[in-house]
């Protein structure tokens, strides 16, 4: 029995560590069961245990007929979306316009040719996902190219506040695709002077269509 207690805690710690590197993004599915029995060479039943524990720890979600989804990157951020369940959107976004806007600077100063190529990649996806009409792929694209705006900015602290308040964005994102605010170019203009290293510009054009979302509220 204490074997497989223990293929079942490494098993769990090897999905966190995915979850965690950000190999399997929050709104993403994770491979499907015989894939993981592969990946991490166990058995049906561990695999199954390991993805069990951690949607009950609120990294994961079952959706019938869909796949298993990655919900959030960490426990903490698990207790503060809990925390936070009952903000009102536009203070939502309040804090992920203070975040972002600083993010979209750094990220214009700081990007590379590497850093470029991975922003316009998610954003050709989420132009492709918000075309495509299925929402869980427009918000997953959506948080995806935020996500990586953060990280190109370079800061760890303002990477582990965001990622902190995933799931509460994640909801924004959500929130503001079914009401039909948001459009397939919304964030190419962003992008676009991150790619070009304007800070100013980049700042200017998160602080705009998130400000408009506030005059939404």
Do not use: C
């Not at 590379?112 to 991975?118: E, P, V």
């Not at 990280?151 to 039909?180: C, H, K, M, Q, W």
Request: charged share 25%.
């Amino acid at each position: 029995m204490a074997r497989r207690t223990g293929l079942i805690d490494t098993a769990v710690e090897a999905l966190r560590s995915r979850i965690g590197s950000g190999e399997w993004p929050v709104g993403t599915r994770i491979p499907p069961e015989p894939s993981l029995v592969e990946l991490l060479g166990v058995g049906r039943n561990t695999v199954r245990e390991a993805v069990q524990s951690l949607v009950h720890a609120g990294l994961l979600e079952r959706r019938q007929g869909s796949g298993t989804y990655v919900l959030s990157s960490s426990e903490f951020a698990v207790t503060m979306g809990r925390q936070i369940a009952d903000a009102r959107q536009r203070d939502v976004v309040s804090v992920r316009r203070a975040l972002e806007m600083e993010a979209a600077r750094l990220a214009a100063r700081r990007r590379t040719a590497d850093d470029a190529s991975d922003l316009l990649a998610k954003r050709d996806a989420r132009a492709a996902a918000y075309e495509g009409g299925d929402l869980d792929e427009m918000v997953a694209s959506d948080l995806a190219l935020h996500r990586a705006i953060v990280r190109t900015a370079g800061n760890p602290v303002l990477r582990s506040l965001y990622d902190n308040l995933i799931e509460a964005i994640g909801d924004n994102i959500r929130f503001n695709f079914v009401t039909d605010v948001h459009a397939a170019d919304a964030h190419d203009s962003l992008i676009e002077a991150i790619v070009a290293g304007d800070p100013e510009r980049a700042a200017a054009e998160t602080s705009g269509y998130l400000s408009g979302l506030l005059e939404d509220g």
